[in-house]
């Protein structure tokens, strides 16, 4: 064991020692810092060596299940690192991977590591022109691949390696069943400094352009222990996280975290989201921990959730702050509390309800272990009880990227004045508790009040008729800016002058006069391929106007 693996390996027991004493743990708590460090070679294989527990349990919508301990894990990924040396890769390649949640995905993940090459984890949602702008920017010189995907690359030129996974991709692309054939034992080329570059992640692009994020061997796989901490993992879990492969949250809670605590990834792999299957899949498998994203909690809460006999110990939430409503309903049947979390791709979690802390509703938690967290004023960049989500580069935390890919401008930037600026607005109580309120450029001013349109949504999603809200500013001639609601309805109900009414009346009930909803329109909500709302488009249809809108002054 080295001495690196020694040092995580303590880092990671004090968080587990501590789990359930958030002050003890956030006092106490210190970075591992190595100067090198390879987790594929200095934890996993570890860890996994003669390790028979299972790693890795797949169900497919068929019910066909693929299970791999640990040990077998190590072995396919030394197999997989070996194969894809002899195709070419070496450290500091660039690598796309666009794979779903198959065995592959976890093996070329490792494998890659164990290579040192750069992994650019990609959606299989892309379509070639997504895939042209990651080839390019990210200067790819391997591309990981399912069969039935490699035809998109045909419209994206470059000098690749191509590989599938599966049958059918054709004769330029290399099998990459082949890799069961080579030996069993991988031998590295040469140290992993700490430093050096891991993963370049697009991120969503929910306003602009997606950023290409840089993480190293260090920022992500031991900056998710503040995850494993946060979620509440424990050796021998079993854990499922809804996310799709190819986004952050996916390295996040179904590769780090989970296996830096040494408990078993679970995932159901299904077409179409159906409530009751996947609480049946739970319960088959014992799935003791469970994260989703806001989007699936809001389609959990339309089934019967008695469905599910055995809920997880414990439930998070992430990717978009959690309306209060949807963690009463689910406290009402399963008997636990959804604990919100914030973090961004740039991190790891920043700001948690970890196991044992007092819950306070709307509350994201307080700082997480390892970090340290300011609100500055966004004009005067001065602390403040309600600002901008900042970290002290002083003390800077491991789960940071190093910067913007390419980009030293907007590194330069986000980094400025000694702080890592998240570009989200949050408030602080007099107990450290950060509530959100939501991201710079989304927050806006309705008749000189500022509006934030998280406290606005959760308020509509109490309404029975409500499963999806997003708010933006809508122009208005005497207040200059007025809430505009754009809402996806309970299955079951009806858009028209009724809803429209009821709602209308809702919002008169439970908001002050200034919040309080003046434009509604129903319709589907334009997302990311991620999942996250695209506010920009709807700020868009807003100022062009539209003949479906409904307005409060025509229901008086």
Known sequence: MTTATEEFRRARDFLLEH???????????????????NWALDWFDVIADGNDRTALHLVEEDGEQTRLSFAELARRSDQAANWLRQQGVRAEDRVLVMLGNQAELWETALAAMKLRAVVIPATPLLGPADLRDRVDRGRVRHVIARAADTAKFDEVPGDYTRVAVGAGAGDAWLPYEDAYGAAEHFAPDGP?????????????????????????????????????YWIGLKPGDVHLNISSPGWAKHAWSNLFAPWNAEATVFLHNYARFDAVRLMTEMDRAGVTTFCAPP????????????????????????????????????????????????????????????????????????????????????????????????????????????GYHGDPERTAEAMAGGYYRTGDIGARDEEGYITYVGRADDVFKASDYKISPFELESALLEHEAVAEAAVVPAPDELRLAVPKAYIVLAEGRQPGPDTAKELFEHSRKVLAPYKRIRRLEFGELPKTVSGKIRRIELREATAAGSEAEYREEDFR
Do not use: C
């Open 192 to 228: 992993t400094l700490a430093a050096d570059p891991l993963m370049l992640y697009f991120t969503s692009g929910t306003t602009a352009r997606p950023k290409l994020v840089e993480h190293t061997h260090t920022t992500y796989p031991i900056g998710h222990l503040a995850t494993m």
């Open 19 to 37: 789990r359930d004493d958030y002050a003890t743990a956030y006092a106490g708590f210190r970075w591992p810092r190595p100067e090198r460090f």
């Open 295 to 402: 989007t699936v909690w809001r389609m959990l809460i339309q089934a019967d959730l008695t469905r599910l006999r055995t809920p997880p110990r414990e439930v998070v939430a992430a990717g978009e702050p959690l309306n209060p409503e949807v963690i009463e309903q689910i406290r009402r049947a399963w008997n636990v509390t959804i604990r919100d979390g914030f973090g961004q791709t740039e991190t790891a979690v920043q700001v948690s309800n970890s196991p044992g802390q007092p819950l306070k509703t709307g509350s994201m938690g307080r700082p997480s272990p390892g970090y340290r967290v300011a609100l500055l004023d966004p004009v005067s960049g001065a602390p403040a009880a309600e600002g901008e989500i900042a970290l002290d580069l002083s003390h800077r935390p491991v789960g940071l990227m190093t």
